[in-house]
């Protein structure tokens, strides 16, 4: 469903339909999807994808793999984000259907990144659970953090940057219930997952990868998705935040196979495979590290300095594998401290090489 009097979009017609604003989101490369008129889920699967009916086993099923879908390759919306699409032909097909579908936009296909901030009435949390894993300012009182919105507030002063809920320099939306949406446009959506909880903080939530925001303009029973402000693009993730959300563990591992692989291993019979494992533990405890970043890096950087040192690896291929590791943690690549911890730390263990057989 659809409110009449909202206008999705600048220069979109002041009555646009569902089928126009899902066309209108195709049009910037976001993948949409249908969603049961008046609800923030899907409709319901054909009856050869739903598993059970009014939770009876359904005798219809036929069981399948979603990524084997025959209802998605024949262009049905079964499974719902699945079968997200930007083809206008399908689009028109699913939203003559029903008119008053309304619009899911998947995140991971678009290279979009929301943040889902909650303005749900309930008792502040306890302050470990503001912000996991982050120190909160001495004195600041829980019972002041009220809303997701306040949450990101507070993230933000702690980072120093600039409010990122105050007229939002990103394309936004404000749900039925008062929350907010903050769009962000990311290089590749498939890098970002819903891995711990997806979420930052607490009524902070994420909507990456495979999960899906209303698009604006979509009425549900509570009420409407309404853009927030003038801005109708998604700005490109802060680099911080997109740090924030690596910490909170929402950033996918790179594989670590591809640095490991360039590194040049002396050919050496007796000590190879001890070089490669304990390059690869090295990585392995930087990219894995949530807190405590920096001086993982520097003891693994020392560490691999004597591999170093004793002419087992060659400097620049360590150093480029270790910058590759921290960003797999996090750590921006080319953030002057890390690479200067690296740099001094390598420097500093192969002044100490070590020998093959002897403990380290
Ligand atoms: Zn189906
Ligand atoms: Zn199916």
């Known amino acids: 469903m659809l409110a009449r009097t909202e206008s999705p979009h600048p220069g979109g017609p002041g009555r646009a339909s569902p089928r126009d604003i899902a066309r209108w989101c195709a049009g910037r490369g976001w993948y949409v999807h249908p969603l049961a008129p008046g609800l923030k889920i899907p409709p319901a699967n054909c009856v050869r994808c739903r598993e059970t009916i009014d939770k009876q086993p359904n005798p219809h099923y036929i069981q399948h793999k979603v990524e084997e879908c025959r209802c ?17 032909a399908l689009i028109d097909q699913w939203w003559s259907e029903n008119p008053e579908y309304g619009i899911g936009v998947a995140a991971g296909p678009s290279n979009l990144l929301i943040l889902d901030l909650d303005m749900h009435r309930s008792t502040p949390p306890e302050a470990e659970k503001i912000l996991p894993g982050l120190d909160l300012p001495d004195g600041l009182d829980p019972a002041t953090i009220s809303s997701g919105l306040a949450v990101l507030d507070l993230l933000c002063s702690l980072r120093r940057a600039p409010r990122l809920t105050e007229s939002p320099e990103t394309f936004s939306i404000r749900t039925p219930s008062g929350g907010l949406h903050l769009w962000y446009a990311v290089e590749d959506g498939s890098q970002w997952s819903m891995d711990g909880r997806g979420r930052l903080g607490w009524q902070v939530d994420v909507r990456a990868d495979r999960s899906y925001a209303v698009a604006p303009g979509t009425c549900t029973r509570d009420g409407i998705y309404v853009p927030e402000g003038p801005c109708r693009t998604p700005a490109p ?46 990585l392995e405890a930087v990219a894995a590290c949530r807190s405590g970043r920096n001086d ?15 002419g087992l ?37 192969s002044r100490v090489p070590r020998r093959i057989g002897a403990p380290t």
């Open 72 to 88: 998605i390759e024949a262009g049905r919306h079964c499974h719902g984000v699945r079968a997200a699409t930007t083809d206008l």
């Open 237 to 282: 993730l802060p680099r911080w935040l997109a740090n924030d959300l690596a910490r909170a563990g929402l950033k996918r591992r790179t594989p670590l196979r591809r640095p490991l692989a360039r590194l040049n291993l002396p050919d050496l019979a007796a000590g190879r495979g001890y070089v490669a494992t304990a390059v690869r533990e090295e």
């Open 296 to 310: 993982q890096l520097n003891q693994s950087a020392f560490s691999l300095g004597q591999l170093v040192g004793a």
């Open 313 to 349: 690896v060659d400097r620049d291929d360590v150093h480029q594998a270790l910058t590759e590791a921290a960003q797999s943690a996090g750590i921006d690549p080319h953030e002057a401290k890390a690479q200067s911890t690296i740099r001094r730390a390598l420097e500093a263990g």
